[in-house]
């Protein structure tokens, strides 16, 4: 049992980059240096390679890179700010946990629709992937699962029911990530792009594969209530009611103060959304928010109280997301009547969560130091250039939605992943004719499949080990609802080149 353990282990991501980074800077030993000339934008122009003397890099070079890569020079631009964003993050979910509103409103609502199977399902899986678009719904998966579990049993349904819900669920939200900090921030960031460019075809994705995945979860369901012993898990039916139906309890009512933080919460997200969509690209005409701004800069009494350096909507970055989060973490804190101490304590505990995951940023952009300062990452891409950067759109996207997949098996940390590629998959994507948004749909596509599945994923082990599901049965009853996922992502990422690029 203990070896098995070992064999699933997923990669300690610090030491998966550290190694990264000594490979890159003996690599600067032996391939030449190049450069290509930028266009206004400072992106690199295809076809305009040439070579240049290499500057090898050393081993105190080594030590220097991630440092460099969470402060900035002068052609790096620093991690800090999407660090900031991870930790502070993790301080408004921590004041989440504490007050315990979400987890309550859950409980209720599935209660509530209980005796609409279908409803209860669709909703369930909705809401955990708005979990996993907005927040990377992960690692706390079997939470949820132990939550839900009482009222699916009750239904006459199965623990495989339950798992598709949480892990197909929470893993379609993530393949989308509308805003989600941990993947689509952080790879934004990476990539030099603000994380609200291909937010309305990200959105658009995260309804049709949440739509598919609550069909395929309904369909399946219905088969269960109709044909017990057709479920893999039906010789321990009678076990697994006897065993979670009793952690049920009693079901809490959200109290006012509750509702308040509750309904916080939905509105952080939805300033998140509409704040990072690029409104005045969408529509030139649509200046609303521009205007309101510049009045509310330029009003005296709003300029004095809040400042006369507000950014519009569809404008925001890290800066101010990170300004938002704090504000929401004290104001949830305030209406539950914590004093300034309790809130900070909490604020301190959810950042620090987090660090591990915060550091990973600066430590994977020494990447990107490394190969700029070594003058080698002109050579790579244009190497990549002529190789994949010469297949055609349609072939450079499916071939890179592969690669991202096989990658992910290896390293299924959306953030370790993110840093370890991104650097170099976002311009390979320009010379190729494809956005940098598009190649971040597609690492959040290829993670989110992966996760629903591999052994390395922490999801499905820890979910599967919770209600005594063995791995080889989940792959076998999960194969091929991960497989018309797999089509549906396909077809996706052929419209977004198509139609939304």
């Not at 900031?84 to 004041?95: D, H, I, R, S």
């Not at 460019?197 to 109709?226: H, P």
């Not at 549906?488 to 198509?498: N, S, Y």
């Amino acid at each position: 049992m203990e070896k098995d353990k070992k064999n699933i282990k997923s990669p300690n991501t610090y030491v998966i980059i550290f190694f990264i980074l000594i490979i890159i800077a003996i690599l600067t030993w032996f391939i030449p240096g190049g450069s290509y000339e930028v266009n206004e934008a400072g992106q690199n122009i295809a076809g305009t390679y040439s070579r240049i003397p290499a500057n090898r890099q050393g081993l105190w070079d080594v030590v220097m890179a991630p440092i460099i890569g969470m402060v900035g020079n002068e052609e790096i631009t620093g991690a800090i700010t999407i660090s900031l964003n991870v930790m502070l993050f993790g301080a408004f979910l921590e004041m989440m946990d504490t007050i315990g509103a979400i987890n309550i409103a859950l409980k209720g609502i599935a209660t509530k629709y209980k005796d609409k199977t279908a409803i209860l399902i669709t909703i369930l899986t909705f809401i955990m992937g708005i979990f996993g678009t907005v927040q990377g719904a992960y690692e706390e998966g079997f939470v949820y699962l132990l939550m839900f579990l009482p009222i699916i049993l009750s239904l006459g349904l199965d623990t495989i029911t339950a798992l598709m819900i949480i892990i197909f669920g929470t893993q379609a939200g993530c393949a989308a990530s509308i805003i989600n900090p941990f993947s689509t921030g952080i790879a934004s960031g990476i990539a030099g792009i603000s994380p609200g460019e291909g937010i309305i075809f990200r959105t658009f994705s995260f309804f049709i594969l949440m739509s598919l995945c609550s069909f395929l979860i309904c369909q399946y369901a219905k088969k269960v209530q109709k044909y017990p012993e057709k479920s893999v898990q039906y010789y321990r039916y009678k076990q697994d009611l006897e065993e979670f139906t009793n952690t049920e309890g009693k079901i809490q009512v959200l109290n006012k103060r509750q509702k308040k933080v509750f309904y916080i919460f939905l509105v952080t997200f939805l300033i998140m959304i509409v704040s990072l969509i690029p409104w005045t690209e969408l529509n030139k005409n649509f200046t609303f928010f521009e205007n309101a701004t510049k009045w509310m800069n330029n009003n005296i009494v709003v300029g004095t109280i809040f400042g006369n350096n507000l950014v519009p909507f569809g404008e925001w970055y890290f800066n101010e997301i990170n300004g938002l989060l704090i504000i929401m973490t004290f104001l949830s804190g305030f209406v539950m009547r914590y004093d300034a101490d309790k809130i900070i304590k909490i604020l301190i505990k959810g950042s620090a969560a987090l660090v591990s995951t915060a550091f990973i940023v600066p430590l994977a952009r020494g990447i990107e130091v490394l190969m700029t300062d070594s003058n080698i990452m002109a050579t790579v891409l244009n190497a990549c250039e002529k190789t994949l950067g010469s297949l055609p759109t349609t072939a450079f996207v499916i071939i890179c939605f592969g690669v991202y997949i096989i990658l992910a098996m290896f390293i299924p940390s959306s953030t370790g992943l993110a840093a370890a590629t991104m650097s170099i998959m976002a311009p390979l994507a320009i010379f190729s004719g494809v956005n940098e948004s598009t190649m971040i749909v597609i690492y959040n596509f290829a993670l989110g499949l992966v996760k629903m599945i591999a052994p390395t994923s922490i999801i499905v082990m820890t979910c599967t080990q919770a209600v005594h599901v063995d791995y080889g049965t989940w792959i076998k009853v999960s194969a091929k609802y991960i497989l018309i996922l797999f089509i549906a992502c396909v077809g996706l990422l052929l419209l977004d080149i198509t139609i939304f690029s």
